[in-house]
């Protein structure tokens, strides 16, 4: 079996460190019941008035992650099929696919997208994502920067997104045809535990335009496995007649 070789370099990005999200505040619009107040009449006495304290903010606190008492996932454990399904986009209708996913995953269709399907092993805790019926005038590289876009703002800060890095290169498919693609990995903490998650968009066809978005999502610890994972992918996904 071949494996997919990544051609181009990797530019590293900075961590997102205190900045993997906003929160904004409320503005409490306050006013007077009956209007404006009328002025004390001369001579009155003045109404001592007091300034009401603000109430403390209280300060965002990022998650601290609890360790996943999960075994490693070993490659050794795993075997590659390829699997056939079909996806159905707003734009494009339907497209049929081919992928090379590990034997014994479940086909599952994400709930309310169409274009979309998961693999899940049967722990719950690993999957690969799939989409087609994408747009078809958007390129790799686009694609890339809008999803680092979203992320940011999308995430909560308690979360503690981190970006290690991303990539815009090319990598062999199995026929040994270079596919132009672009990945970002990060990790956040969505529950107790941190995932691990790699993001890859990837052009099967003659140009740059991203007809496949895939990523592999699993535990830290198991990140060498999940780059086979999606390098598997990446070299097998076909969009078949």
């Given at each position: 079996?071949?494996?997919?070789?990544?051609?181009?370099?990797?530019?590293?990005?900075?961590?997102?460190?205190?900045?993997?999200?906003?929160?904004?505040?409320?503005?409490?619009?306050?006013?007077?019941?009956?209007?404006?107040?009328?002025?004390?009449?001369?001579?009155?006495?003045?109404?001592?008035?007091?300034?009401?304290?603000?109430?403390?903010?209280?300060?965002?606190?990022?998650?601290?992650?609890?360790?996943?008492?999960?075994?490693?996932?070993?490659?050794?454990?795993?075997?590659?099929?390829?699997?056939?399904?079909?996806?159905?986009?707003?734009?494009?209708?339907?497209?049929?696919?081919?992928i090379?996913?590990?034997a014994?995953?479940?086909?599952?269709?994400?709930?309310?997208?169409?274009?979309?399907?998961?693999?899940?092993?049967?722990?719950?805790?690993?999957?690969?994502?799939?989409?087609?019926?994408?747009?078809?005038?958007?390129?790799?590289?686009?694609?890339?920067?809008?999803?680092?876009?979203?992320?940011?703002?999308?995430?909560?800060?308690?979360?503690n997104?981190?970006?290690?890095?991303?990539?815009?290169?090319?990598?062999?498919?199995?026929?040994?045809?270079?596919?132009?693609?672009?990945?970002?990995?990060?990790?956040?903490?969505p529950?107790?535990?941190?995932?691990?998650?790699?993001?890859?968009?990837?052009?099967?066809?003659?140009?740059?335009?991203t007809?496949?978005?895939?990523?592999?999502?699993?535990l830290?610890?198991?990140?060498?496995?999940?780059?086979?994972?999606?390098?598997?992918?990446?070299?097998?996904v076909?969009?078949?007649?």
């Amino acid at each position: 079996m071949k494996k997919p070789i990544l051609v181009s370099g990797i530019v590293m990005l900075a961590l997102v460190g205190g900045g993997g999200g906003y929160v904004g505040g409320q503005v409490l619009d306050q006013r007077t019941s009956g209007g404006s107040a009328a002025p004390l009449p001369t001579g009155s006495p003045g109404t001592p008035t007091t300034t009401p304290k603000p109430t403390p903010s209280i300060p965002l606190i990022r998650k601290t992650p609890q360790p996943n008492p999960l075994p490693a996932l070993e490659l050794a454990d795993l075997d590659f099929k390829n699997r056939n399904f079909t996806v159905t986009g707003d734009v494009v209708g339907q497209v049929k696919l081919s992928i090379k996913v590990p034997a014994g995953w479940q086909l599952t269709p994400t709930k309310d997208k169409p274009s979309e399907v998961r693999f899940v092993d049967e722990s719950g805790e690993r999957a690969i994502r799939v989409q087609s019926a994408l747009a078809p005038d958007t390129s790799v590289k686009d694609s890339l920067q809008g999803l680092v876009t979203n992320l940011q703002s999308s995430q909560p800060y308690q979360n503690n997104l981190q970006t290690l890095y991303q990539a815009e290169g090319q990598v062999k498919d199995d026929d040994g045809n270079l596919r132009p693609v672009a990945t970002l990995v990060y990790t956040y903490i969505p529950g107790a535990t941190t995932r691990y998650v790699i993001v890859r968009f990837v052009a099967t066809g003659d140009g740059t335009v991203t007809t496949v978005s895939m990523s592999v999502t699993g535990l830290p610890k198991e990140k060498s496995v999940l780059e086979k994972i999606l390098a598997e992918a990446t070299a097998s996904v076909r969009i078949r007649d």
